[in-house]
């Protein structure tokens, strides 16, 4: 069966220390992948995504993620976190040929600290 | 509006009764996602439409789950004889196409409490 892991359920980390949230999938075949935040109760709010080409994907407020095929990995991180960066992050996969629906993992609960 | 807008926010209902959630997509999006996301877990596919068709319900848990898009736009999840396994927040989300490649938007979520 196909499958999304984020390696960590929390993250503490200190204001202005970087961050890396794991992610890996289950399969080689062809992926999309997107990284989520939610605050709390609200919706969730697209960081980034890899749909093809450059495997060095920039999004918002300072967060990049790499894709690694090999490793089946797409790593999210920040050099550099902020108080307001307090949030649950998910990693989501859309495998080809599913319309297109989300398929996320457990989430990382990041908690950044002064 | 400009956003995916969900209804209620918070639902508490009695084991037994039946609930409706509402889903108000962004205008003129093709797509529409239902989500349900129990406490500490992410979110879990339960069905798709492209316009008023659905296409994909194999996310729904049981029969008492029931989902309607009947215009193409609005849709309602309904639920009916909740159960406490039932409690979770509900999400929508909707985009402008069909296919893999198009962002989805997410709602805020419905909350509901079966007690």
């Known amino acids: 069966a196909q499958s999304v892991t984020q390696l960590d359920s929390q993250v503490p980390v200190f204001e202005e220390a970087p961050v890396e949230l794991r992610c890996n999938y289950s399969?080689?075949?062809?992926?999309?992948l997107f990284w989520y935040v939610q605050y709390p109760n609200q919706g969730l709010q697209l960081l980034l995504k890899?749909?093809?080409?450059?495997?060095l994907v920039k999004g918002i407020n300072g967060f990049e993620a790499e894709f690694n095929k090999s490793q089946t990995s797409f790593h999210l991180r920040k050099p550099s976190v902020h108080i307001s960066d307090t949030a649950e992050y998910f990693c989501?996969?859309?495998?080809?040929?599913?319309?297109?629906?989300?398929?996320f993992g457990a989430g990382t609960q990041v908690v950044v600290t002064p | 509006g400009a956003g995916v807008s969900q209804s209620p926010r918070y639902k508490v209902a009695k084991r037994g009764q039946d609930v409706a959630l509402r889903c108000d997509p962004i205008?003129?999006?093709?797509?529409l996602f239902w989500y349900q996301q129990a406490l500490g877990q992410g979110p879990e596919f339960l069905t798709y439409?492209?316009?008023?068709?659905?296409?994909?319900k194999s996310g729904l848990p049981s029969d008492r789950f029931f989902a309607e898009r009947p215009e193409g736009s609005v849709s309602t999840l309904k639920i009916q004889r909740t159960q406490q396994e039932d409690s979770a927040v509900y999400l929508c989300?909707?985009?402008?196409?069909?296919?893999?490649?198009?962002?989805?938007?997410f709602g805020q979520g419905t909350r509901l409490t079966v007690v």
């Open positions: 205008s003129g999006h093709v797509s």
């Open positions: 890899y749909l093809s080409g450059s495997t």
């Open positions: 989300a909707s985009s402008l196409r069909s296919g893999e490649r198009t962002e989805a938007f």
């Open positions: 439409f492209q316009n008023e068709a659905q296409l994909d």
């Open positions: 989501a996969v859309i495998w080809t040929d599913s319309w297109g629906k989300l398929q």
């Open positions: 399969s080689s075949v062809s992926v999309y």
